[in-house]
């Protein structure tokens, strides 16, 4: 996508594009940081787990607004909700054991997108 001609001149006017290659000649090694190394997986599977906890806060928050509406039939919504929550607990049960596989990664993910809940 290329940019457009306002984009070019603050860019050129800013001298963006040197300030991003001087940038690049500085590459940071985190294992020189962290005294043990960074460990990918623990950082993957804690992202993992601030997902559970997004999962829980927005499906429980969602159950509780059809729930307690006192206008319509959300009987068929209330279901799919619990059906949700349930998928959701043994996606949790799976993370939290460390057996999960990416699929069930990819099915909270869109569980929370379904309902407005993934930034």
């Known amino acids: ?4 001609i306002f984009e070019k001149i603050a860019d050129k006017l ?6 991003g290659n001087d940038l690049k ?12 190394g960074v460990n990918n997986k623990e950082i993957e599977y804690d992202s993992y787990r ?6 829980k806060v927005c499906l429980n928050n969602q ?6 509406k006192k206008n319509g039939d959300y009987t068929s919504r209330i279901k799919a909700i619990e059906r949700d929550i ?13 057996t ?7 099915v909270l993910k869109d569980i ?3 309902y407005g809940c993934l930034g």
């Open 100 to 106: 999960y596989t990416p699929e069930d990664i990819k």
């Open 86 to 98: 349930k998928i959701s607990a043994t996606i949790s049960n799976h993370i939290n054991k460390k």
């Open 112 to 114: 929370l997108s379904k």
């Open 1 to 4: 996508m290329s940019k457009n």
């Open 63 to 68: 159950f509780h607004f059809y729930f307690s």
């Open 14 to 19: 800013l001298h963006r594009d040197k300030k």
């Open 25 to 36: 000649k500085y590459n940071i090694d985190l294992n020189g940081v962290f005294v043990g």
């Open 50 to 55: 601030k997902l559970i906890g997004t999962a």
